[in-house]
């Protein structure tokens, strides 16, 4: 299961890749080594995925532009919440239908799925339109809390993203459809780790339980990633999920546990990552400025504080 959910997480790291502008496109290693960083920084965080996104952006390479890096993870954020949507659709179908609710119950499932989709349907429309970061950018309260000139300098930037974002659906339509697909088939990658398990115990379970247990764990999902590390609700939510589609809920809480440890190693690996690019920023910032000094004619070890001979 740790060799697939690689392959998962190459999967959304190359339909991150598609939001960049083909001249700013990171290496794959790079694409990669960024998504399980922030991947990382999400699981062990409380940040409700903010935290990750913001460091995925950071560690996008140095030549790329602030407002590129921040409309490419934006617009990643968008197809990765439609790709998730589709499938949490069928799965709060399921609990429609499925579930052992009271019509109170269902008619709240049914809301809560309608109001989410309406969401990412306003986050996709807001990005078309190029009116998503200046709806939050160009806020009066911004300029409250953070004076006149930052807020002036923040207006700004919001729009550079909202422009980038509307040229992105506008002219880049095929990268959108493109991310959207690489997101879809590497979420569905949990639907083949459920088999996987599943046949690993020696139970016989059929295409159709497998894929209920994966759409409904994947719905559930969608209302608990404000979590962190979803503690507790991944665990639930495929008990609930097992247990709808005729098998054993302890197998629910197996699978989560088996899914938790996959997630703590590769947060490890996200982890390690993370400094290795760090590390490796700062070598590049701090090599032009030695060549410099050597160009001037002087050792670097002068400039660097050892002083020279008197």
Request: proline residues 5%.
């Amino acid at each position: 299961m740790i060799a697939v959910a690689l392959f998962e997480h190459w999967l959304h790291a190359l339909a991150w890749g598609r939001c960049f502008t083909l001249p700013h496109r990171p290496g794959p290693g790079r694409l990669l080594g960024a998504y399980l960083a922030g991947g990382a920084i999400n699981l062990l965080t409380p940040t409700a995925t903010l935290g990750g996104e913001l460091v995925r952006g950071a560690l996008a390479p140095r030549g790329v532009p602030a407002t590129e890096r921040v409309a490419s993870v934006t617009a990643d954020r968008l197809a990765m919440s439609l790709a998730d949507t589709l499938i949490g659709l069928a799965g709060f179908g399921v609990l429609v239908v499925a579930a052992p609710l009271s019509p109170l119950a269902r008619a709240a499932v049914a809301v809560g799925a309608l109001l989410f989709g309406s969401g990412v349907a306003i986050f996709f429309e807001l990005q078309r339109r190029g009116r998503l970061a200046s709806f939050f950018g160009e806020r009066r309260l911004v300029r409250a809390l953070l004076g006149r000139h930052l807020a002036d300098r923040i207006a700004a930037g919001s729009r550079e993203v909202d422009g980038r974002l509307a040229a992105f659906h506008r002219e880049r339509a095929g990268d959108l459809r493109a991310a959207f697909g690489l997101h879809l088939a590497g979420t569905s990658v949990g639907a083949l780790q459920l088999a996987l398990f599943l046949a690993w115990l020696g139970d016989a379970a059929s295409p159709r339980a497998i894929l209920t247990v994966f759409s409904v764990s994947i719905a559930l999902d969608l209302f608990s990633f404000f979590v962190p590390a979803r503690l507790g609700a991944q665990e639930g939510a495929r008990m609930l999920a097992m247990s709808l589609a005729g098998l054993d809920p302890a197998r629910g809480l197996l699978f989560s546990l088996v899914l938790r440890a996959e997630q703590l190693l590769w947060a490890g690996v996200g982890l390690v990552a993370y400094a290795a690019i760090a590390a490796r920023d700062r070598t590049a910032r701090v090599a032009p400025a030695a060549r410099e000094v050597e160009h001037d004619g002087r050792p670097a070890r002068e400039v660097a504080g050892g002083g020279g001979p008197c």
